[in-house]
Nanobody, 124 residues
């Protein structure tokens, strides 16, 4: 069973930075990602990695501001967020899956395993 345990997040002023962490355990998964859900909105993809092909996909809204990375030695996935905006306020989730059938990596329904979520609040 794949398990994901998140840490990080919190409150920050606009322009600030935060880093989210996601510790993974269990069988290997070749796809790792971050998603977010704001109140009243659907869950949306933020950034994801296809490990086998070394391909990274970012949502347009975060490109250039957010960086997804992984530490294989620690089995941990990270999301470094900079130049945060109030629109980035949401519950953030890490996710993993073994198989992925679509060209873009940011379709939430295609992911199998999820972290517990962590709140990020950006004030203006």
């Amino acid at each position: 069973q794949v398990e994901l345990v998140q840490s990080g997040g919190g409150s920050v002023q606009a322009g600030g930075s935060l880093r989210l962490s996601c510790a993974l355990s269990g069988p290997r998964t070749d796809y790792l990602g971050w998603f977010r859900q704001a109140p009243g909105k659907e869950r949306a993809g933020v950034a994801a990695i296809d490990i086998a092909d070394n391909y990274i996909d970012y949502a347009t809204s975060v490109k250039g501001r957010f960086t997804i990375s992984q530490d294989n030695a620690k089995n941990t996935l990270y999301l470094q967020m900079t130049s945060l905006k109030p629109d980035d306020t949401a519950m953030y989730y890490c996710a993993a899956t073994r198989y992925y059938p679509y060209p873009r990596l940011l379709i939430p329904n295609a992911w199998s395993y999820w972290g517990q979520g962590t709140q990020v609040t950006v004030s203006s």
